[in-house]
């Protein structure tokens, strides 16, 4: 787990950021971060949640399992493939692709150029195009950023109230002085120990012929012989019929009467 700051002390919300995020994706406060605002106290408690995929669903198609293998695709600014760095990637792509230029803070490839001031309302604009179509959840979506069969995610509870640092020094008995831009953060774990979610297929193959045979004994009281009759009486009957044996005729010794 790791966390991300940044402090801001001009304009409307004076505070700072914090983010929190697994340690393979690239921190980006565009997309969520918590605001810890001067005076306060924030205490973050973290639950881990990690997501995993039987290697049997490797062999479905990708449109049924909806994820990733870590060797099933790669990206070009970063090392490990997951759903936020692939949007990032993709992102990067559609700013140069709109603008010709990208923003300072994104990856980039030593050909690219950043954009400067005047480009401001271009990267912007194009940060807004690809968040109304990812919202709008269309099906030709340029990134095709499916979720890694792999990932690990974070569910935070958020506790925050008013902090005064003057009051506390001024109750151990120094002298007050005043404090300015002081806040308090403390991040723990809600649980000392993480139970993976394994994701695996519903019903097997196997899982269907043992349901069939179970259905067809309680209702029918048919079994794997009953069904082997059938198609012996439907197929393999008509076949013997149409075959015509010769009679064998016998021949009787003479029978003489004295």
Known sequence: METFEKAHKMGPRNG??????????????????????LGSSMTLTVKPQLTETAPALRSQ????RQCFFESERYLRYFKIYNQHNCMQECLVNFTYKLCGCVKFSM?????????DASEIDCYSGAYMKMFAREVGGNN?????????????????????????????????????????????LMINMKENRIL???????????DS??????????????????????????????LRRDVKVAPVRQVLPCRHDY
């Open 16 to 37: 700072y950021q914090v983010l929190i995020h697994p340690p393979d994706e690239a921190p980006t406060l565009e997309h969520f971060h918590y605001h810890l605002a």
């Open 61 to 64: 198609r990708l449109e049924h």
């Open 107 to 115: 990856p980039r490839s030593a050909d690219m150029r950043e954009c």
């Open 140 to 184: 030709d979506h340029p990134c095709g950023c499916l979720p890694a069969c792999t990932s690990l995610s974070y569910e935070v509870e958020i506790s925050s109230q008013p902090y005064s640092v003057q009051a506390f020094v001024e109750a151990l008995g120094f002298p007050s002085i005043n404090f300015y831009g002081v806040v308090f």
């Open 196 to 206: 993976a979610t394994i994701r695996q297929e519903l019903v097997s193959f196997s």
């Open 209 to 238: 012929v043992g349901k069939l045979g179970g259905l067809f004994g309680l209702m029918m009281g048919a079994s794997m012989i009953s069904i082997l009759e059938i198609v012996y009486f439907c197929l393999i009957r008509p």
